[in-house]
């Protein structure tokens, strides 16, 4: 199928983009890569007056580490760009293995980070690499610019903080503790497809005691947002990630999570999924403590 | 009685929904300039081949799932059918059509689909002749696994994989040495 008619614009600038998504005439509509937004139109299952292409931004088109060491990645860069920079792989591996879990590289050639996060598909692998690694989203509309956290940018199904007369201009991800490891797991039906459930884990290390000092666990799939279940983290602290304490994770995922029933899976099936992930996820993470 | 000569048709824009707008866009395709007006709706793929007759890049699923519209913009695979015309404003396309223009000998990537016998039907061939195209154009040999991720990013119905995957292997071989 064919879009609907509407109105295309490309601007330069930042406040040039913002001045036409707040401009209350028109319904207008960001596009960065497309790759969500442009199956959408084609279905006509949205139907913008006016399109606010944002890749042409120059400081929107910015990857870099700034001094105080944060990863910090512009709205226009593309998630292929952002998967292969020497110093997003080095410095926040897991971002890497979630990016490229996703789709095919064809997709990825498009498609930009910002734009998975602010489309926030709760199948989709960059919120909770997001959300595991504590990002802050950068949010610039007509009332200024605002910072919120990875927990209170999810909101719902494909909503998030950013409302419609704003853009997310930025994501910037904190730096990582010297004595972590990470692990990014799914589970799918096809290489390539969207998962049924996937985890993030991000362990440390405490020095010399060979125990975890601190977990995230972050679940995708298993609900509208990313999930977080501090249970699980709580049961892994303090512990030799050991077959026991891992048996005792499990436990908690069974128990925290409340994932629904859908066409792809029965809600059980997703639970014992998720538990298995993590038991895998959590050894291979702390192997690479 | 004198047959009567039909009165031509008079063909003529149709009017636009509004809200629309129509964007002067100048790109590179197939190494060729090109300048065009077009209307923002109008996707890559039907800007190919409808407005420039360049065929060869086929149009399956519309939503980005086939991978039979694959093309390189700026020598990366992407799907044609979720970009518009309007935003490859100054950017330069290879389609299907520019790897043996004429009477051109085939590049190693269409003779090793020929030989392979990558294909049946041949719909989805386009497709995985541009992706392939721009793996054996890395400056670094893809291993399997990143092979295998370029793959699925498209919908053969004929064949099974074996025989593309063959012919893959064998164009990347040529290219990079076994
Ligand atoms: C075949 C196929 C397979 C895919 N598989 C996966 C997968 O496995 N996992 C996965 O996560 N995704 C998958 N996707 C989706 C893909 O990753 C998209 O690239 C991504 O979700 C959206 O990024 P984009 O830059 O293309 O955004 P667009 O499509 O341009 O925009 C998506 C939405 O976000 C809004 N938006 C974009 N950028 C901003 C911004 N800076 N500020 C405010 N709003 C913004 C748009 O208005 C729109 O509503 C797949 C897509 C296809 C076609
Ligand atoms: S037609 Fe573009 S991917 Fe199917
Ligand atoms: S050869 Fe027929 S679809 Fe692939």
């Known amino acids: ?289 | 009685m004198t047959p009567s000569v039909p009165t031509p048709l008079a063909a003529r824009t149709p009017p636009l929904a509004e809200p629309s707008a129509w964007h002067e866009i100048s790109l590179t395709v197939n190494g060729r300039p090109v300048t065009a007006q077009v209307e923002s709706r109008l996707l890559l793929s039907d800007f190919l081949r409808d407005r420039l007759g360049l065929t060869g890049t086929h149009v399956g699923c519309e939503h980005g799932v086939c991978g039979a519209c694959t093309v390189l913009v700026d020598d990366e695979p992407v799907r044609t059918c979720l970009i518009l015309a309007v935003q490859c404003r100054g950017t330069e396309i290879r389609t299907v059509e520019g790897l043996a223009p004429g009477d051109a000998p085939l590049t190693s990537v269409q003779q090793a689909f020929h030989e392979c016998h990558g294909m049946q039907c041949g719909f989805c061939t386009p497709g995985f002749v541009m992706t392939t195209t721009a793996l054996t154009e890395q400056s670094d040999r893809p291993d399997g696994e990143q092979v295998a991720d370029a793959l699925s990013g498209h919908l053969c119905r004929c064949t099974g994989y074996r025989n593309i995957r063959r012919a893959v292997c064998r164009a990347l071989d040529e290219r990079f040495g076994e």
């Open chain 1, 1 to 289: 199928m064919k879009p609907s008619s509407f109105d295309y614009t490309a601007p330069s600038t930042v406040g040039e983009a913002v001045a036409l998504l707040a401009d209350e005439e028109r319904e207008a509509k960001v596009v960065a890569g497309g790759q969500s937004l442009i199956p959408m139109l084609n279905m006509r299952l949205a139907r913008p007056e006016v399109l606010v292409d944002i890749t042409r931004i120059p400081e929107l088109g910015r990857l870099h580490v700034d001094a105080e060491g944060n990863l910090r990645i512009g709205a226009a860069v593309r998630q292929a760009r952002a998967a292969a920079d020497p110093a997003l792989r080095d410095g926040w591996p897991l971002l890497a293995a979630a990016i490229e879990r996703i789709g095919h590289p064809q997709i990825r050639n498009r498609g930009t980070v910002c734009g998975s996060l602010a489309h926030h598909d709760p199948a989709a692998e960059l919120p909770t690499a997001a959300l595991a690694l504590d990002a802050r989203f950068v949010i610039t509309g007509p009332r200024g610019t605002r910072t919120v956290t990875a927990e209170d940018f999810f909101v719902a199904t494909f909503s998030t903080a950013v409302e419609a007369d704003e853009l997310l201009t930025e994501v910037v991800f904190p730096p990582l503790p010297a004595d972590h490891g990470w692990a990014f797991e799914e589970l799918t039906r096809r290489h390539g497809d969207f998962a049924t459930v996937g985890v993030a884990v991000v362990l440390e290390r405490s020095p010399g005691t060979g125990t975890v000092r601190t977990a995230r666990v972050v679940f995708s799939g298993a609900a509208p947002v990313p999930v977080r279940l501090v249970a699980t983290e709580n049961a892994l602290v303090g512990s030799d990630a050991g077959g026991q304490a891992l048996a005792a994770a499990a436990g908690t995922v069974l128990a925290g999570l409340a994932p629904s029933d859908d066409i792809h899976a029965t809600a059980e099936y997703r639970r014992e999924g998720a538990a298995h992930l993590l038991v895998r996820a959590c050894t291979t993470a702390w192997e690479r403590c």
